[in-house]
Every structure is written in structure tokens, then in C-alpha cells.
């Protein structure tokens, strides 16, 4: 989230609603560990970066700008190591002692916010790239996994966002083809921020740092504590799914990467286990806002 913030700054195009949808990736989806915050984020940021290209002709530009998330992917393991959270920083946040060794004394969270750094002046290089004219290399209509979770929980629940729908392509793949968190479970974790993201631009300080702490320690509690947030409600999620799927990460799940656009397009039309594990991610998704909105009418 921190990374999106920061280079939606950069480029002076401020959008909430992705800053919102965004909030459960942290520390790997939902604190999961798996692939960290910084590139979750930034790779929706580079799609921004094209919004307008990809608003008029998705199909052809889609394909190049999945190339530039890629890059960015690469670019992220060679100087640091790791895509993944957990493998990063040392940190198991479903643990206490995890937490408190990312707190104190401090070096783990600084690294943190310094590879955001580093992270944001990656992004801000792709602004001059911009993107050629493109024609994809399949014949049917390109399917993606966020996407397809995020439209099917705005059919179901009314909760969605069109913008977020059409950049989170760049999911595909486990995060730009890297084999990463699965697309899939990305969609319903940022549908769930539809709704229990909040306005973290408007958001206060004290409130910030209350919000961070409630959601941490839901993230080791089996009852969620206090009022419905991000954390507690994904924790879940992820729970379910990964009992469902095997694991998280779309390479663990498939036994395999991707080569590239063409390679994951021609995977996705013939792959019943995909078509499962989306319906899987946004039936999770949506009974959770159907119950938040129950709740709500309730009050």
C-alpha cells in the first residue's frame, strides 16, 4: 500500500479506491507472507501508469504492460533477494514473536520502508516507457484471474470498481506471471478492501496506528477483536482458500511459471483447477461482504 501511495504522489494521479483495495496485501497478502506488499502494489501501480491505453484498447497494450510488471518483478528479486515477504524480512506475523521482532528493535521495519524507497524511483522510471502498439499473441478474448474474482463479487454484492477491474490484470500469472500469490486470491482479498480498506489518505494518525495494531493482533486470534477490518476477515479467506487450492502461491498450485503473456493465456483457456479456484476466491469474498452488509442493515 505504501509503495502505491508513495509513487501515486510521485506522478500526481492520486486514486483512492486502489489505495484502499491494496491494504490487505501487506506483508505478503494478508501478513501471509508471500509476495511482499511493495510489488503487489507497485505492479497495480505501473498498470495506472497506462490506464488510459489500457481503458481504450486492452487486449493489444495488456501484453506490454504485463512485460513492464515483469520487469519490475525481476528487478525486485535481483536487489533484494526475494519476492516473497516472509523469505525477506524473517518474519512470521501469525506469530507473536514474529511481530515483535518486526517492531523491535526496528531494523526489520526500516528495511522495510527503504526498499519502498528504492521500490517508488523503480516505478517512476517506467512513467517514460510508455506502451508501443501491441497485438496479442492469442486469438480468443485474454482471460484473467483478478479480474474475472473482482467482476463476479460486483455481480453478487454491488461492492466493486471498475478501474480496479480492468489494472488488475497485472495479477495474472501469481503477480505478473512470477509465479507468486495466485490471482485469484489477490481478486478477493482486494474486493474485501472494497469494503474494510478504508480511506487511507483521510485517515488520521492515531487512527492509522490504532488500525494497525487491532489488525495485528487479529492476526493472531481465532475471534477476530473489535469491529470488522482487513486483517481479521482476510486472515480467513486466505485460510480457506489455501485449504482448498494447496497453498497460495499460483506456482506452488500449478506446478509451474509462466514463459510469458501467450504461455498463461493458452494455460487459462483450457484449465478447469483455474476456473475452480476463482469461483472458490470470490464465493469467499462475497459471503464476507454479504455479512458485513447484513450487519450493517442492522445497526
Known amino acids: 500500500m505504501a509503495t502505491l ?3 501515486q504522489d510521485m506522478i500526481a494521479r492520486p486514486e483512492d479506491i486502489l489505495l484502499r483495495a491494496v491494504k490487505g496485501l501487506e506483508g505478503g497478502c494478508v501478513a501471509s507472507g508471500s509476495t511482499c506488499g511493495v510489488l503487489t502494489g507497485g505492479v497495480l501501480g505501473i498498470a495506472q501508469l ?3 491505453a489500457i481503458a481504450g484498447d486492452g487486449f493489444a497494450v495488456g501484453r506490454e504492460v504485463l512485460e513492464q510488471a515483469s520487469d519490475y518483478m525481476m528487478w525486485f528479486k535481483k536487489t533484494f533477494g526475494t519476492t516473497r515477504c516472509r523469505e525477506r524480512t524473517g518474519v512470521d506475523f501469525y506469530r ?3 511481530q515483535v521482532r518486526y517492531l523491535i528493535p526496528g531494523d526489520v521495519m526500516a528495511r522495510c520502508f527503504w526498499h519502498i524507497g528504492k521500490a517508488a524511483n523503480r516505478l517512476h522510471s517506467y512513467r517514460s516507457r510508455g506502451t508501443a502498439p501491441a497485438v496479442a499473441d492469442v486469438t480468443a478474448e ?5 479480474r474475472e474474482v473482482l467482476s463476479r463479487v460486483r455481480e453478487r454484492t454491488g461492492v466493486g470498481d471498475l478501474l480496479l477491474e480492468r489494472l488488475s490484470f497485472v495479477f495474472d500469472g501469481g503477480v505478473a506471471l512470477s509465479g507468486g500469490v495466485c490471482g ?3 481478486g478477493a482479498v482486494m474486493a474485501l478492501n472494497l469494503v474494510f480498506g478504508g480511506n487511507v489518505r483521510r485517515t488520521g494518525y492515531a487512527v492509522t ?3 494497525f495494531l487491532v489488525g495485528h493482533v487479529n492476526l493472531l486470534l481465532r475471534t477476530p477483536l473489535g469491529q470488522t ?3 481479521g476477515e482476510g486472515k480467513a479467506v486466505v485460510g480457506a482458500f489455501a485449504a482448498t487450492a494447496g497453498a497460495v502461491e499460483c506456482e506452488s498450485i500449478l506446478g509451474r511459471k509462466f514463459e510469458n503473456w501467450g504461455d498463461f493465456q493458452k494455460h487459462r483457456q483450457s484449465s478447469d483447477l483455474c476456473g475452480v479456484l476463482i469461483e472458490e476466491a470470490a464465493d469467499l469474498a462475497s459471503a464476507v461482504i454479504e455479512r458485513q452488509k447484513q450487519i450493517s442493515c442492522s445497526i
Not at 485474454?142 to 483478478?146: E, G, K, M, Q, R
Open 142 to 146: 485474454p482471460l484473467h484471474c483478478a
Open 5 to 7: 501511495e508513495v509513487f
Open 209 to 211: 496506528i490504532r488500525d
Open 96 to 98: 507473536a514473536g514474529g
Open 50 to 52: 497506462h490506464e488510459e
Open 184 to 186: 485469484a486470491l489477490a
Open 229 to 231: 477490518e482487513s486483517f
